[in-house]
Every structure is written in C-alpha cells, then in structure tokens.
C-alpha cells in the first residue's frame, strides 16, 4: 500500500445547510471522474461519501471531511464536534434512527446511513463518544477484486 | 426507451436539459424516501419520486439517475432546476400518481432494478 497520496482535499460540511449538502461529495465525484475512476468505483465513494456528510448535517452540528486519493485506494475522513452516539452498535442498526421529523420529511433518516456507508466502503471505522464528536473512516480500493 | 417517449406516456412536463430528449432508459425505481434509494437502488437510471427538494437531485446525481420524474402534479423549484441543470439530470413533472406513472411505464417496458426500490 502506498503511502503518498496523490491529491489531497478538505471540505466544510455546514450545519443545517441541506442546499449545501452534498457539495463535499459532489466535488470528489468530479475529481475522480476527471481521474478516470471506474464507475463502479466512483459510485460507492459518492454513496458512502454523502451519507456521511449528511450525517454531519443533520446530527453533528456541521464539521468537515479530508479526502486523500492514492495510487491505489481513496481514503475518507468525516468529523463533527457534535453529540456524538451513544450506541454505535445500536446506530449501525439498518431502521434504527434519531433524526427528527423534518429530517424524515425531506427523505431521510430512515436509520439506512451508516449501514450504507459499511455496505459501500471497503474499510470502514466509525469512532463516536457523547459530547465528544463523531469520526467516520472509509477507505475504498480504486482496483475491483478479480481486476 | 427515450426521454421524449416517457414525457408523451406520462402525459410530462419538462424542466431542464431539453437538449437531453434522446436518453434511453430502461430501469427506474419509484420512492420518496431517499435513504432506500441510496440503499437499495443501484442500476436504474431514472427516479420517480413525490418529494420535492434539493436532495432529490443530489441523490439522483450520487447515484448516476439522469432523470428525474415528480408525480402528483409537483414541480421542482428553481433552485432545483438550476442544480439539475448544472449537474445534467433531466426534470419531469407528471399530474398523474406514483402509482399510476410507475404503472404506465412499466407497462411500457421499463423495469426495475434492485431489491426493494422496484
């Protein structure tokens, strides 16, 4: 595994902001468009990628994602300064969720984020404390298996 | 089958890219709740949705949709259009239900792709 990351990007992730976002992700989907990623690829990185910054949105108070693109894989890191989770184990639960109404209203929170970022990612780690922020690790292969 | 084909079947109005017509699409997946979009819909390239906001564009961008169709007479907002524009996706807008467009269409021979957002 290499380890000098070719390009190197960081993003603001505003709180409350649900015309902004989605940005972060956008930006990376483009970059590695203009890379020539493989769809597939490029794909799970932009699914992961949003539900984590939305997350951030809806539940961290706004934070910020670091993305490092290298030879061989795209690794992503998403924090906020918010409340934190109290049960992980419960939070990766698929229809588990503590978003308010109007986060339902506009087509989220239905507790599918996290289990989603997993299912995307090829490596995923997920460290939260209350009070203490929440810290979202993923790092996606740029090389299918079997390639 | 083509944008142009989908808009007359629907009975459509359209927003954006009308230089996009000529799109074949041949999956779609119907839902207003994003978070089973992004979950269980993987290889349809067109959305049909009753939820109106700036995330259903930036879901559909996520996962490679092209188009986007609002039933129950809703229209997208500017902001909406101008987003979707910027990012290629075609917006349409249909009087008819969820029901019934997911019905025509699929009659018509579109299919649906992926689990549960079928």
Same mark, same amino acid.
């Given at each position: 595994?290499?380890?000098?990351?070719?390009?190197?990007? !960081?993003?603001?992730?505003?709180?409350?902001?649900?015309?902004?976002?989605?940005?972060?992700s956008?930006?990376v989907r483009k970059l590695l468009t203009q890379l020539g990623v493989n769809p597939a690829i490029i794909k799970r990185t932009s699914i992961a990628m949003? !539900?984590?910054?939305?997350?951030? &949105?809806?539940?961290?108070?706004?934070?910020?994602?670091?993305? !490092?693109?290298?030879?061989?894989?795209i690794?992503?890191? &998403?924090?906020?300064?918010?409340?934190?989770?109290?049960?992980?184990?419960?939070?990766?639960?698929?229809?588990?969720?503590?978003?308010?109404?109007?986060?339902?209203?506009?087509?989220?929170?239905?507790?599918?984020?996290?289990?989603?970022?997993?299912?995307?990612?090829?490596?995923? &780690?997920?460290?939260?404390?209350?009070?203490?922020?929440?810290?979202?690790?993923?790092?996606i292969?740029l090389?299918?298996?079997?390639? | 089958?083509?944008?142009?084909?989908? =808009?007359?079947?629907?009975?459509?109005?359209?927003?954006?890219?009308?230089? =996009?017509?000529?799109?074949?699409?041949?999956?779609?997946?119907?839902?207003? $709740?994003?978070?089973?979009?992004?979950?269980?819909?993987?290889?349809?390239?067109? $959305? $049909? +949705?009753?939820?109106?906001?700036?995330? @259903?564009? #930036?879901?559909?961008?996520m996962m490679d949709?092209?188009?986007?169709?609002? @039933? #129950?007479? =809703?229209?997208? +907002? #500017?902001?909406?259009?101008?987003?979707?524009?910027? =990012?290629?996706?075609?917006? $349409?807008? +249909?009087?008819?239900?969820?029901?019934?467009?997911?019905?025509?269409?699929?009659?018509?021979?579109?299919?649906?792709?992926?689990?549960?957002?079928?």
């Open positions: 595994m290499s380890s000098l990351s070719l390009i190197k990007k !960081e993003y603001d992730i505003p709180a409350n902001d649900f015309s902004r976002a989605g940005e972060a956008s930006n949003y !539900e984590a910054e939305l997350n951030v &949105v809806i539940h961290g108070n706004g934070g910020k994602a670091r993305v !490092e693109i290298f030879e061989d894989r690794e992503i890191f &998403v924090y906020d300064e918010g409340p934190g989770i109290e049960d992980i184990e419960l939070a990766m639960k698929e229809g588990y969720s503590t978003a308010p109404d109007f986060i339902r209203e506009m087509g989220f929170g239905a507790g599918m984020g996290l289990s989603n970022i997993k299912k995307n990612s090829d490596r995923f &780690v997920i460290e939260s404390e209350p009070g203490k922020g929440t810290r979202v690790y993923i790092t292969y090389i299918e298996e079997g390639q | 089958m083509l944008v142009s084909q989908i =808009k007359e079947l629907i009975d459509g109005e359209i927003h954006t890219c009308t230089d =996009k017509m000529d799109i074949d699409i041949k999956s779609a997946c119907g839902a207003d $709740l994003m978070s089973d979009v992004m979950a269980f819909s993987k290889e349809n390239a067109m $959305l $049909l +949705t009753g939820l109106v906001n700036p995330q @259903v564009i #930036r879901t559909a961008e949709m092209q188009v986007v169709v609002f @039933v #129950r007479g =809703k229209k997208p +907002t #500017r902001e909406m259009c101008e987003l979707a524009e910027e =990012k290629g996706i075609v917006l $349409l807008s +249909t009087e008819l239900s969820m029901f019934t467009a997911c019905g025509i269409l699929y009659k018509a021979g579109i299919l649906g792709k992926g689990s549960d957002c079928e």
